[in-house]
């Protein structure tokens, strides 16, 4: 085990044990999901702890100064080597930097002082070197620094998906940690995926960037206004989750606590009850009818279309089912369903309700037919009773949940990126059946992932309209 | 108190199989007792069916506990500061804790308005109030000890003040156990809870042929005897699947006394003052 002095940042947060062995890292992110802000702490904190250390970065020069403007440390011992540098070509690029990068490390060795390498990015080396000569580069760097047992980061942009490519380059590593921005409360949250040979349970922690650019992480982060499952206090800190339920915890206290009370009572302790005004994660479908405003169609027809609806999500086991586990609540020419406990329920309820639908609509004239555009998303809501002491529903979730449907058109079942990031790591289905389809901007300048569920007999494998013209 | 109290706080259920155990004599002790010690000790009589801490502390309080569950009252009304108790008991109260005692109410409609309500929205309110009384002991009023009074058996408050402890002390009265039921409540509820990190014991109470009061029924000068090569402990430790942590001899000065009382304040040198020390001072309850 290292010294704290080589902790990587939010390590305490991060891993169970709360030290991580000198290892050589891979950092994974979403471009603009603050990778270099993160070396950018590792180093700093290393220059603080009179480390020696090493980045290897694309940046300019002006772009290296902004990075650091705000630093309080001496930035005297940061030896900065620079991936771009004009007139080289690609492989003999590589060579240039192998060497200048051993020099460096052959220096630092003989200081004596701990080391820490940055290399931002990966994906900087793959677009001037390519595939085959990076993976070489990054093969004999990793054996170097695992060598001279120099705490090291890479980072690379998140592929799209895992090819054989970027699975044997992740596995060059000793770890691999992943950062997101999640939607729509634009939290940044980072996790240990992996880490070889230490027993490990992922889980993501919150951090924000402060004015001067430091990261504070974990408890420090305020957890947007969310309260606890179990105790109904305010959370202050990173609220806290249990792998079997979707309830947020203020602390490990409350967690053991509804743990022992699900135990004997059953996981329904915290969810069969009618909470004056809660927030929970919600699980959100929302479905309008296609064309319904039309005003060709009589209102008698609208009435039929909507009864028809209806008739058809009350009847899929999937809505049968969860039985008290839901929210719903009409919106007129549709409904929006909150489940309150398994996030695939919505997609399980697009499929029954897509089945049901070409079933009524094959006997039906053109003008006769249900056609509905889904939109699935997940987030945090208010609980409130209303006037008449029924449960409503309203917030982040059940916006981004509307928003993401208003990008479709007829028999589009499209989810946000936190659902569907949800729904792919569960199960190899699902990773077939939903598709990235584009980064569409939704209203005041926010921009969502969207993505779209389709398979030969469900959905629509066609791009909705709002996308194609926006690209 | 001898510096050596961190920010840890402990919380002690006292629970049965079946009713007349002992548990409230032996919480109420040993409460008083840790208080003693100078710790900041909060006892709550949680046997909302049949409580009896009362007969201990001869007080009618102004609030019950009940209230605070119900929202009609804070933390802060509902305890009780009971320290002059312990106090009393001693020539310098320098170096004492604090006692604080928390009452259920025994009148039935209100026994009724806790046990009764079907609705679980209300049932829920309830147990957020019960989960934030433990918050804000161990946040707000740096509980050393939390020491619970449960009701016997398998029944919604019992078991939510299991949940919310983490040290279970399961008695069993010598002469009346159910060892079947015992453990069967054991395998059902405590194999549940203990899974997360909850520890619990045996405690034996009421052990028949050890106490020999020589000098008529003045419980000063009584004594005890061990008998020799009694197996009662690893017997029972065996059939239910938990550790003996202490077995309580049997004092008719305690047992057939006309008014309840504090042994552990008023007979400081009685064997089952004793008794109740070694069980504070063992590794498994110290904080």
């Not at chain 2, 806790?114 to 929205?121: T, V």
Request: hydrophobic share 40%; with cysteine.
């Amino acid at each position: 085990m290292i010294s704290d002095s080589l902790a990587i940042p939010g390590v305490a947060h991060l891993m169970a044990s709360r030290d991580i062995p000198r290892s050589v890292l891979l950092l994974l992110g979403a471009s603009g999901s603050s990778k270099t802000m993160y070396c950018r702490q590792f180093l700093l904190d290393g220059l603080q702890a009179g480390d020696s250390c090493l980045f290897v970065c694309s940046l300019d020069d002006r772009q290296l100064q902004d990075l650091f403007s705000k630093a309080s440390q001496s930035l005297d011992r940061l030896e900065v080597i620079r991936m771009c540098q004009e007139g080289s070509p690609g492989s003999d690029r590589l060579q240039l930097l192998s060497e200048q990068i051993e020099a460096a490390l052959s220096k630092a060795s003989g200081s004596g002082k701990p080391m820490r390498v940055v290399v931002d990015s990966l994906s900087s080396l793959l677009l001037s070197a390519g595939q085959e000569a990076t993976f070489a580069f990054v093969d004999s760097l990793v054996r170097t620094l695992r060598k001279i047992g120099a705490m090291s980061i890479f980072t690379m942009v998140s592929p799209r998906s895992n090819d054989y490519y970027t699975t044997n380059l992740e596995s060059l590593f000793d770890g691999i940690l992943e950062m997101k921005i999640e939607e729509p409360s634009m939290i940044r949250k980072i996790r240990l995926f992996s880490i070889k040979g230490i027993r490990h349970n992922p889980f993501w922690i919150s951090f924000a960037i402060a004015e001067n650019g430091n990261l504070i992480f974990g408890d420090q982060t305020p957890a947007a206004g969310m309260i606890c499952s179990l105790c109904g206090k305010l959370i202050s800190g990173t609220p806290i989750t249990s792998p079997e339920s979707n309830h947020v915890f203020d602390t490990q206290e409350c967690v053991d606590t509804y743990r022992k009370l699900a135990g004997v009572y059953g996981s329904g302790v915290l969810v069969s009850d009618g909470l004056n005004y809660e927030v929970v994660n919600v699980n959100l479908f929302f479905i309008d009818i296609v064309g319904l405003s039309d005003s060709s169609l009589s209102v008698k027809k609208q009435v039929e279309k909507i009864n028809t609806l209806t008739k058809s999500i009350a009847s899929c086991e999937a809505y049968k089912n969860s039985k008290k586990d839901k929210i719903v609540l009409p919106t007129g020419d549709g409904m929006a369903i909150g489940f309150l406990q398994n996030p695939e329920l919505p997609l399980q309820l697009s499929f029954q309700l897509h089945s049901k639908l070409r079933e009524y609509n094959r006997v039906r004239q053109k003008e006769d037919e249900v056609g509905v555009r889904i939109g699935l998303s997940s987030g945090p809501v208010f609980i409130v009773n209303d006037i008449n002491n029924n449960q409503n529903v309203w917030g982040p979730g059940i916006v981004l949940a509307r928003r993401v449907m208003d990008i479709g058109d007829d028999r589009h079942v499209l989810l946000s990126g936190n659902l569907a990031d949800q729904l792919i790591a569960l199960k190899d289905e699902y990773k077939e059946m939903i598709k990235f389809i584009g980064d569409y901007q939704i209203k005041h300048g926010q921009t969502i992932r969207v993505y779209s569920a389709y398979s030969l007999d469900f959905g629509n494998a066609e791009l909705p309209r709002k996308i194609s013209a926006s690209k | 108190m001898d510096g050596r109290l961190a920010d840890v706080t402990r919380c002690i259920a006292f629970h049965s199989y079946k009713g007349g155990t002992g548990k409230t004599t032996i919480a109420s002790n040993f409460a008083a007792l840790l208080a003693k010690k100078g710790y900041n000790v909060f006892l709550l009589d949680l046997d909302v069916y049949a409580p009896s801490i009362q007969a201990y502390f001869e007080m009618k309080p102004k609030f019950w506990i009940n209230d605070y569950l119900n929202n009609e009252a804070e933390v802060d009304d509902v305890l009780n500061d009971l320290t002059h108790h312990v106090s009393e008991s001693v020539s310098s109260p320098e170096g004492i804790g604090k006692l604080w005692v928390g009452f259920s109410n025994p009148k039935k409609e209100e026994i009724f308005k806790l046990e009764g309500s079907k609705q679980d929205s209300t049932r829920f309110q309830l147990l957020r109030r019960f989960i934030q009384l433990r918050e804000k002991l161990v946040s707000d009023y740096d509980a050393n000890y939390i020491i619970i009074d449960t009701s016997p058996g398998i029944r919604y408050w019992s078991i939510n003040s299991l949940a919310i402890a983490d040290t279970y002390l399961l008695a069993l009265k010598m002469g009346d156990l159910d060892v079947d039921g015992t453990r069967k409540m054991a395998d059902d509820i405590y194999s549940s809870l203990t899974k997360h990190g909850a520890k619990s014991y045996l405690l034996l109470n009421r052990i028949a042929g050890y106490c020999v009061p020589h000098a008529g029924s003045n419980a000063a000068d009584s004594h005890m005897v061990i008998p020799q090569g009694s197996d009662i402990a690893t017997t029972l430790s065996r059939d239910v699947g938990m550790e003996v942590i202490s077995s309580v001899p049997c004092y008719c000065d305690i047992q057939f006394s006309k008014k309840e009382f504090l042994t552990v304040l008023k007979y400081p040198d009685h064997p089952f003052a004793k008794q109740i020390e070694a069980l504070a001072e063992s590794s498994q309850i110290k904080v």
